[in-house]
């Protein structure tokens, strides 16, 4: 299976500022998926990320909140705009892999908005 | 967002004893998996499940892909300490969307 990097692991950081996730796959894939879990709480699909089109996103999320972009079929980042404090989360990237039989996620982004 | 309903929520169990837990939903899936995810990292696959009926086994964790389509069950076999963790089941929808169960938090005395 895919081997996933993301970058930072965690960050705090001040309400009204922004912060981008990176997340680096050390094999070319068609999808990638950002997913917010809060605390104490499962896994949520932020938007799907495709190579060469626009991040299609999920209800309740929108794209000047959480800008995607997805320069190559390895790479992508999220950016978490106007942070607040009901922002913090862990944040995780995900691929499908294995002809679409498997899902591979990223150790996730603990983020703290204080 | 859409969530499966998975249940128990929470688990306390005595090392050696077997554990059982299961995933329902409205809605059809394909594909089923289960996730464990220990603190301070992503989910990691346990077992994935591909037709419907399939019974599939991964060392002491055994897991079956309901006949409707519309439900899981995860079982662990013998507990150890290292069980210890969270543990989602997810189903692949049609637009290859993962939708993830609320989670059952697993926690093995000794």
């Known amino acids: 299976s895919a081997v996933i990097s993301q970058k930072p692991s965690r960050d705090i950081c001040q309400r009204g500022t922004s912060l981008t996730i990176q997340c680096q796959v050390d094999?070319?894939?068609?999808?990638m998926f950002w997913y917010r879990q809060q605390p104490g709480q499962s896994l949520t699909l932020i938007a799907t990320a495709n190579q060469g089109s626009e991040a299609t996103y999920e209800s309740g999320f929108v794209i000047d909140k959480f800008p995607i972009s997805r320069p190559n079929l390895t790479f992508s980042t999220l950016t978490v705009s106007n942070m607040s404090p009901e922002d913090s989360s862990i944040y995780l990237c995900s691929v499908n892999t294995d002809r679409g039989r498997g899902y591979t996620f990223g150790s996730g982004t603990r983020l703290t908005v204080v | 967002g859409q969530q499966l309903n998975q249940s128990p929520q929470s688990m306390f169990i005595q090392e050696g004893e077997d554990v059982s837990m299961n995933c329902t939903s409205s809605?059809?899936?394909?594909?089923w998996l289960w996730y464990k995810q220990d603190p301070g990292e992503g989910p990691v696959l346990l077992i994935a499940l591909y037709k419907a009926g399939e019974l599939t086994s991964n060392g002491r964790l055994t897991a079956q892909f309901g006949i409707t389509r519309k439900d899981s069950f995860l079982n662990i076999s013998a507990s150890i300490p290292s069980d210890v963790g969270i543990y989602f089941c997810a189903g692949r929808s049609v637009t290859d969307k993962l939708i993830f169960g609320t989670g059952t938090r697993l926690q093995v005395f000794p």
């Open positions: 094999s070319q894939v068609t999808m």
């Open positions: 809605s059809i899936f394909n594909t």
